[in-house]
């Protein structure tokens, strides 16, 4: 049983950043592949980023590769979403998820993640 709970969102300006936090608890949490998703008002939730247990791997949505940079810290339970040059398209509630026994082909499936946090809002002003 996993709980996660996001923090770090709020309001920022095109251009900037921010950091997202995804606090777990568990205590298996280094077996899971963590994932960030947003959906926007009247948006189908989608995917912004993985990484997998060992933290080797990392996956990119294309409209936020080189621009956010996820990671994890096992010791401290912890999976972060830094979003740098955001842009008003990056509005969105941001959830982030865990997962077991993923295969790379389904990480980017809303729908395979067994665990969800409440989501934290960010919201990027033009």
């Known amino acids: 049983q996993v709980q996660l709970v996001e923090s770090g969102g709020g309001l920022v300006q095109a251009g900037g950043s921010l950091r997202l936090s995804c606090a777990a608890s568990g205590r298996t949490f280094n077996e899971y592949i963590m994932g960030w998703f947003r959906q926007a008002p009247g948006k189908e939730r989608e995917f912004v980023a993985a990484?997998?247990?060992?933290?080797?791997?990392?996956y990119y949505a294309d409209s936020v590769k080189g621009r956010f940079t996820i990671s994890r810290d096992n010791a401290k339970n912890t999976v972060y979403l830094q979003m740098n040059s955001l842009k008003p398209e990056d509005t969105a509630v941001y959830y982030c998820?865990?997962?077991?026994?993923?295969?790379?082909?389904?990480?980017?499936?809303?729908?395979?993640?067994?665990?969800w946090g409440q989501g934290t809002q960010v919201t990027v002003s033009s």
């Open positions: 990484i997998a247990a060992s933290s080797i791997s990392t």
């Open positions: 998820a865990a997962a077991r026994g993923l295969q790379i082909g389904a990480l980017r499936t809303t729908r395979r993640y067994d665990y």
